[in-house]
């Protein structure tokens, strides 16, 4: 029997994978009770270092807002053949391409998901924490085509880094503000970062967004927040010319290196809130492909 801080009794989570010239990853698929073939949105989550899809699913309760907005939510697993301590190797040059390594796998696992079930082929989502978000970050990149919003959490930006040794200077100072802005998320990015973090250096959250504006006219708003016996928050919010929210950035004061309102059932998480699960799913349920 499967922990109850997982998923829902009601539902299913269960185990597969996908293989392509570029290799094998397995996966847990999270099927909620409503589903009856019906057109699902598909929510893509990439746990960070160290962490498991059961780990990941416990700490971000995503199963459970997934029951009841009726999604389907897919976990990815790195292998530590692939990473020693199991991180996304969001920072290879080879796996930041369209076709190649990680991003053609993950594509991949997706557009099975979208063959064997009803998945709305425009309601379709990526999101991760720390390497998992970089790797976020790269699939909206790479496959702008085929998510409609991306979700970063103690991230970093596609292209902020090229090899081990330029990842570890993006990670300990943020990526370099007159780098290379071709990375840029092409696609609604909703970013969170604690302000205290001192694994991904807070500057890589405000990079993310930098990156995406440059191309874009955007009217920012600002609100200031509190959580009841949490942190604090500053929530900044860009929308386009038509008033379309496009760009999210959650700056969580005092919150170091984990998933922002998540459950201590899970690696990484601050309970003290705001809640990035309900807000980053919010986000995403809020957008669809052209």
Not at 49 to 77: H, I, K, W
Not at 134 to 149: I, K, Q
Not at 168 to 196: K, L, N, Y
Request: net charge neutral; hydrophobic share 35%.
């Amino acid at each position: 029997m499967r922990s109850r801080n997982i998923a829902p009794e009601v539902a299913k989570f269960i185990e597969s994978s996908y293989s392509n010239r570029a290799g094998t990853l397995a996966y847990k698929l999270f099927i909620p009770s409503r589903y009856q073939g019906q057109p699902l949105p598909l929510v893509v989550m990439l746990h960070g270092c160290t962490q498991s899809p059961d780990d990941f699913a416990a700490g971000t309760r995503m199963n459970f807002f997934a029951e009841e907005q009726t999604c389907l939510v897919v976990y990815p697993a790195q292998p530590r053949e692939a990473n020693q301590a199991k991180c996304w190797n969001w920072f290879r040059a080879a796996d930041q391409q369209r076709g190649k390594g990680v991003p053609s796998l993950i594509a991949g696992i997706t557009r099975q998901i979208m063959r064997d079930y009803s998945v709305d082929p425009k309601r379709i989502y990526v999101g991760g924490l720390s390497a998992g978000a970089a790797a976020a970050a790269v699939m909206g990149t790479t496959y702008s085509d085929l998510y409609a919003a991306i979700g970063v959490h103690s991230g970093l930006a596609c292209g902020v880094a090229t090899d081990l040794p330029s990842a570890i200077i993006a990670m300990r100072q943020g990526g370099d503000p007159d780098g290379r802005i071709d990375g840029a998320p092409s696609v609604p990015t909703i970013v969170f970062h604690g302000d205290r973090d001192i694994t991904v250096h807070p500057n890589n959250g405000d990079r993310i967004v930098e990156q995406s504006i440059r191309t874009t006219t955007t009217h920012k708003k600002v609100h200031r927040g509190q959580v009841p016996d949490g942190h604090a928050f500053t929530h900044t919010i860009h929308t386009d010319a038509s008033g379309r929210e496009i760009f999210e950035h959650w700056n969580i004061h005092g919150a170091g290196h984990a998933w922002s309102g998540g459950s201590p059932a899970g690696s990484y998480t601050d309970p003290r809130g705001p809640d990035a699960t309900r807000e980053m799913l919010r986000f995403f349920l809020a957008h669809s492909l052209p």
